[in-house]
């Protein structure tokens, strides 16, 4: 197992050119099998849910290149509509292939995802939108049987506005012709971006962004080069480790009007932040000051994504901050390891209460999701000594050589072998 070895201490101070997404690369791979050509993604993270997503593309016939930053999908040889078992339970956003796969060949065999054990996690809103788009589901002891030979364009409505639910309908019916509606469609810049893609590539797609999206099918698709939005989890986690450490960090290629949520909470929290365009400068003051309350929600409220990171933020602000986490039931996992560190968090339910302490001390933890993991990483940022935080995999999921980044902006971590 790997892990990262922090000295903390030492003050952020420094640029980062953000990368693209992983929330929007994910579903924009899986819509790379929709095109008659090829598929090239600039700004690709090198993480690990993208190359993931990359091994299932592969078994399904697809030819995947990942070179310098960039992702070349040649979907040419497509010929599976079976996912593969042990790679779909590693990334939940293998279920975003369900839609696209039904889109070009009318049939498909899925498991049930996987993914950070962040809560319960049902995929009944994909399933729903997926059968009023004429798609028979059999369930077969968690093997899904699924029979796009009737598709049909329709309408659908989500009773809540699920980000994965909303993309894979919106792939699923780009290639059908008439007109399908999402109502009560999340409204994620992710979402957005999709919609940018799949017109990009000669699709009819209106209302990203909005409450009802509107998709107009087409006959074909083109491939195309394209770059998607930067990344707001990755700068709003940078923004943290400059935060938490009472430093200075500067991102280019940020849109920062998609970080407002978490942008607003840290100028709460005393920090300065000046935006210009793409480029993002947060500087903080000596100690933090506690948030009255987050509570996290849809797209544009506080995202879930950034919790867990305020929480390592609120361990050392000054007062007591309050987090009601709405949109996942299980995920304070990194609470009680935070405790270990010395922090003092009273966690009931989907609240956690925390006390600010005037300093950590290091300890050995471990990563239990992707955002828990990253957020005792700031916490060993912050902390007396050394911390180890175990099963950097998890971290690696979705932040690109995490270590080389904060060590490029000063901090003292390096990857173990534990
Ligand atoms: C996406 C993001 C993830 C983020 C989440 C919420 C990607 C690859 N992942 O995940 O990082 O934390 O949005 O912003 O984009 N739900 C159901 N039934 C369903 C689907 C979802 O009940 O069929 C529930 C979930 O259990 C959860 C809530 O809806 O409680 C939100 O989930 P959803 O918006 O679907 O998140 P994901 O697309 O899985």
Redesign the pocket.
């Known amino acids: 197992m790997e892990g990262f070895r922090i000295t903390g201490g030492e003050r952020i101070e420094g640029r980062v050119r953000l990368e693209g997404a992983?929330?929007a690369v994910?579903?924009i791979l899986a819509a790379s099998i929709l095109p008659q050509g090829d598929v090239v993604i600039r700004d690709c993270p090198d993480i690990r849910d993208v190359h993931a997503m990359a091994g299932i593309l592969s078994r399904l016939g697809c030819r995947c290149r990942w070179q310098a930053g960039e992702m070349t999908v040649c979907n040419q040889g497509l010929h599976n509509w079976e996912m593969p078992d042990a790679l779909s339970k590693q990334i939940?956003?293998s279920i975003f292939l369900l839609g696209p796969i039904l889109a070009r060949m009318r049939r498909a065999t899925v498991t049930y995802p996987g993914g950070c054990d962040i809560?319960?996690?049902?995929?009944?809103?994909?399933l729903k939108g997926l059968r009023a788009l004429g798609v028979v589901i059999v369930d077969d002891g968690g093997i899904l049987y699924c029979d796009g030979r009737n598709m049909h364009p329709g309408d659908v409505y989500f009773d809540?506005?699920?980000?994965?639910?909303t993309e894979n309908v919106m792939m699923a019916a780009a290639l059908l012709p008439g007109v399908t509606t999402i109502h009560n469609a999340?409204r994620?810049p992710?979402i957005a971006d999709l919609q940018r893609f799949i017109n990009g590539m000669g699709g009819c797609i209106r209302g990203a962004g909005t409450q009802v999206i509107e998709i107009q099918g087409v006959q074909r698709l083109e491939g195309i080069t394209y770059a998607p939005i930067s990344d707001r989890i990755g700068a709003g986690t940078l923004l943290c480790a400059g935060a938490i450490t009472g430093g200075t960090v500067e991102l280019t290629n940020a849109c920062p009007w998609d970080l407002l949520p978490v942008t607003e909470k840290l100028r709460e929290m005393g920090c300065t932040i000046r935006t210009e365009g793409e480029l993002m400068l947060l500087e903080a003051k000596e100690r933090l000051s506690a948030f009255s309350r987050l509570q996290t929600q849809?797209h544009p409220g506080f995202?879930?994504?950034m919790q867990a990171q305020m929480l390592a933020c609120a361990s050392v602000a000054h007062g007591t901050s309050v987090i009601v986490e709405n949109?996942?039931?299980n995920r304070f996992a990194q609470a009680a390891d935070l405790t270990r560190m010395g922090a003092n968090i009273l966690v009931s339910g989907r609240m956690a209460v925390v006390q600010g302490v005037d300093a950590l001390h290091g300890a050995r933890v471990c990563a239990r999701d992707l955002r828990g993991g990253a957020a005792l990483v700031l916490a060993g940022l912050a902390a007396q000594g050394e911390t180890v935080v175990e099963n950097a995999a998890l971290v690696d999921r979705g932040y690109a050589h995490l270590e080389d980044t904060l060590s490029s902006l000063g901090a003292k971590i390096q990857r173990i072998q534990l």
């Open positions: 992983k929330n994910l579903p939940r956003s809560g319960l996690r049902p995929i009944d809103l994909h809540y506005p699920s980000v994965g639910a999340a994620e992710e849809p995202p879930t994504d949109v996942f039931e």
